[in-house]
């Protein structure tokens, strides 16, 4: 039958993919009559990034996620000051984790990163081992509504209406990672990301394989020079 997913985009790319790919699939349902508010719970999409909050137009693009499936990694009016003073007080293996990562002074970090990580890569991964615990609650969140019997049991429905043969036993679920590794929040977290995944469902077969899709610098060669900056060098 149709197999359960769990596709997380890291960064603004990752989740701008991840648009795409929610927008194709309810067109694709809405054919069958299924309306959007019951898209299948065994698809999950979850989107990690730095800023506050989601971006909910962004051009040429379909409208944003729903708001339980965004992951800020920043609260509201928080400075780099907090976030690098939150790091040091979780004690020297938080520390350890970023070695050579973590930019200093922390004063001179003008980056207003409640809007972003401002395609410095050290900054986003400095804030997403500040911030590893809320991110392993969120996939562990997703995780548990894509096993849950009734998300099976909506993949197997959905699954008849495509034409597949009943009583087939549902694959394991996929993890998808998608993230870009051009700017400052993807590149600098999808592979802790990646960690966190396999720490919160540890001997789970599912969570040791997941996947990575990846964008590289040449993606963004059509932007004007000002706006890629930092791309090659994160890369």
């Known amino acids: 039958m149709l197999q359960p997913f769990l596709l997380i985009g890291v960064g603004g790319s990752g989740g701008a993919t991840?648009?795409?790919?929610?927008?194709?699939?309810?067109?694709?349902?809405?054919?069958?009559?299924?309306?959007e508010d019951d898209f299948p719970e065994g698809w999950q999409f979850l989107q990690v990034d730095v800023p506050t909050t989601k971006e909910d137009q962004l051009p040429g693009l379909p409208g944003a996620l729903p708001d339980s499936s965004?992951?800020?990694?920043?609260?509201?009016?928080?400075?780099?000051?907090s976030v690098h003073l939150s790091?040091?007080?979780?004690?020297?293996?938080?520390?350890?984790?970023?070695?050579?990562?973590?930019?200093?002074?922390?004063?001179e970090v003008r980056v207003p990163i409640e809007k972003g990580a401002g395609q410095y890569r050290a900054i986003g991964r400095t804030i997403m081992v500040s911030r590893?615990?809320?991110?392993?609650?969120?996939?562990?969140?997703?995780?548990?509504?894509?096993?849950?019997?009734?998300?099976?049991?909506?993949?197997?429905?959905?699954?008849?209406?495509?034409?597949?043969?009943?009583?087939?036993?549902?694959?394991?679920?996929q993890v998808i990672v998608i993230s870009s590794l051009a700017g400052g929040s993807?590149?600098?977290?999808?592979?802790?990301?990646?960690?966190?995944?396999?720490?919160?469902?540890?001997?789970?077969?599912?969570?040791?394989?997941?996947?990575?899709?990846?964008?590289?610098?040449d993606t963004f060669d059509t932007l004007p020079d000002v706006a890629k900056k930092g791309i090659h060098g994160n890369a």
């Open 70 to 81: 965004y992951v800020g990694l920043v609260g509201r009016d928080v400075s780099y000051e």
């Open 186 to 217: 993807g590149s600098g977290t999808f592979l802790d990301l990646c960690d966190a995944l396999r720490a919160t469902y540890l001997n789970i077969s599912w969570a040791d394989h997941s996947a990575a899709f990846l964008f590289a610098p």
């Open 87 to 107: 790091l040091t007080q979780k004690g020297d293996a938080a520390v350890e984790a970023c070695a050579g990562w973590i930019p200093e002074p922390p004063k």
């Open 132 to 173: 590893l615990d809320l991110v392993a609650r969120a996939i562990e969140e997703a995780g548990r509504k894509l096993s849950s019997p009734d998300a099976r049991a909506g993949l197997d429905a959905l699954g008849i209406r495509f034409n597949q043969k009943p009583g087939v036993p549902s694959p394991d679920p």
């Open 18 to 35: 991840l648009r795409v790919i929610r927008d194709d699939l309810t067109r694709r349902l809405r054919l069958l009559g299924i309306d």
